[in-house]
């Protein structure tokens, strides 16, 4: 993200000790950014995401889900009127509840053929990349959430995104945070670490900086998500503890059966779900704190083109 070439081999401190998830980490010496080097072949990303990678919610879930869109919408700014752009728009959903916010919704970027297939579902078209859409072609809002993470050339996606906030436009990104106290501790338990999808990890300094370079202004990070930092801490406390990476994850959004883990597997999930009433508010105020204190697990980055 910084230009330089001077790098350091990290991979022993995040080691998870499962080697479907341990791949080879190094460091920048200079910008501090976390990264997958090499870069794993598409093939080996592509058979990380399954068919059902962004599952299906109902009751309690659909709600929060519903309450999570609304507080990406605020953050967004106001819409209604306006062209949005979510780059990394998976099944479309944010660009569904958009819409129904009175915005002008023309098209997502989803590379994934089953992001795009939901998308279409919800009568959304998508494009598979930004070289898709029109040449020259900007919007009052641009959003990626927890997308640069999964570039293989982070540098490479801001320019293509700045090229495509319109003048007053505002561009919005959310990120996990690997120089976080959630994953200093939490190392390859950490829930977001989530390798191979997840390749590179720049610092929110970093990332603000690229951007500013590329023309835009700094309008404020937020230090504390409550859609991804109570539960990403959660699930990193239960990894760390536990021997099922994610269980509970997975049968909370997956919808894996509990007949489908093992013995050992079922009683965390079992565990992870009655102890949920009790551990879940706890994490929100943990998450909550040391958001204040700018270590939770996640950023969000809030640029605007003058």
């Given at each position: 993200m910084?230009?330089?070439?001077a790098?350091?081999d990290?991979?022993?401190?995040?080691r998870?000790?499962?080697?479907?998830?341990d791949?080879p980490?190094?460091a920048?010496?200079?910008?501090?950014?976390?990264?997958?080097?090499?870069?794993?072949?598409p093939?080996v990303i592509?058979?990380?995401?399954?068919h059902?990678?962004?599952?299906?919610?109902a009751g309690?879930t659909?709600?929060?889900?519903?309450?999570?869109?609304?507080?990406r919408?605020?953050?967004?700014?106001?819409?209604?009127?306006?062209?949005v752009?979510?780059?990394g728009?998976?099944?479309g959903k944010?660009?569904?509840?958009a819409?129904a916010a009175?915005a002008?919704?023309?098209?997502g970027?989803?590379?994934?053929?089953?992001?795009r297939?939901?998308a279409?579902?919800?009568g959304?078209a998508?494009?598979?990349?930004?070289d898709d859409l029109?040449?020259?072609?900007?919007?009052?809002?641009?959003?990626?959430?927890?997308?640069?993470?999964?570039?293989a050339d982070?540098?490479?996606?801001?320019?293509?995104?700045a090229?495509r906030?319109?003048?007053?436009g505002r561009l919005v990104?959310?990120?996990p945070?690997?120089?976080s106290?959630e994953?200093?501790?939490?190392?390859?338990?950490?829930?977001?670490l989530?390798?191979?999808?997840?390749?590179?990890?720049?610092?929110?300094d970093?990332l603000r900086?690229?951007?500013?370079?590329?023309g835009?202004?700094?309008?404020?990070?937020?230090?504390?998500?409550i859609?991804?930092d109570?539960y990403?801490?959660?699930q990193?406390?239960?990894?760390?503890?536990g021997?099922?990476?994610n269980?509970?994850?997975h049968?909370l959004?997956?919808?894996?059966p509990?007949?489908?883990f093992?013995?050992?597997?079922?009683?965390?999930?079992?565990?992870?779900?009655?102890?949920?009433?009790?551990?879940a508010p706890?994490?929100?105020?943990v998450?909550?704190?040391l958001?204040r204190?700018g270590?939770?697990?996640t950023?969000?980055?809030v640029?605007?083109?003058p």
């Amino acid at each position: 993200m910084c230009g330089g070439d001077a790098v350091v081999d990290v991979s022993d401190r995040w080691r998870s000790g499962d080697p479907l998830r341990d791949f080879p980490l190094a460091a920048c010496r200079g910008c501090e950014t976390l990264f997958v080097d090499p870069i794993p072949s598409p093939d080996v990303i592509a058979a990380s995401y399954p068919h059902d990678f962004y599952g299906e919610r109902a009751g309690a879930t659909k709600g929060l889900e519903d309450w999570f869109l609304r507080r990406r919408l605020a953050l967004a700014g106001s819409v209604a009127g306006r062209r949005v752009l979510d780059v990394g728009s998976g099944d479309g959903k944010f660009l569904h509840a958009a819409a129904a916010a009175g915005a002008r919704v023309t098209a997502g970027v989803e590379p994934s053929t089953v992001g795009r297939t939901s998308a279409a579902a919800l009568g959304l078209a998508t494009v598979a990349g930004l070289d898709d859409l029109p040449e020259g072609d900007e919007f009052d809002v641009v959003t990626l959430w927890h997308v640069v993470e999964h570039a293989a050339d982070p540098a490479q996606l801001a320019a293509a995104v700045a090229d495509r906030v319109a003048p007053g436009g505002r561009l919005v990104l959310a990120l996990p945070d690997a120089g976080s106290a959630e994953a200093r501790w939490g190392r390859g338990s950490w829930f977001h670490l989530d390798l191979p999808r997840h390749l590179v990890f720049p610092p929110a300094d970093v990332l603000r900086r690229r951007f500013e370079a590329l023309g835009l202004r700094h309008v404020r990070t937020h230090r504390f998500s409550i859609e991804y930092d109570p539960y990403g801490l959660l699930q990193t406390v239960l990894n760390r503890f536990g021997r099922r990476h994610n269980a509970l994850y997975h049968r909370l959004k997956r919808k894996q059966p509990l007949a489908s883990f093992d013995r050992r597997g079922r009683i965390e999930v079992v565990i992870g779900l009655v102890t949920l009433p009790i551990t879940a508010p706890l994490a929100v105020v943990v998450a909550w704190l040391l958001g204040r204190w700018g270590r939770a697990g996640t950023y969000t980055l809030v640029m605007e083109r003058p």
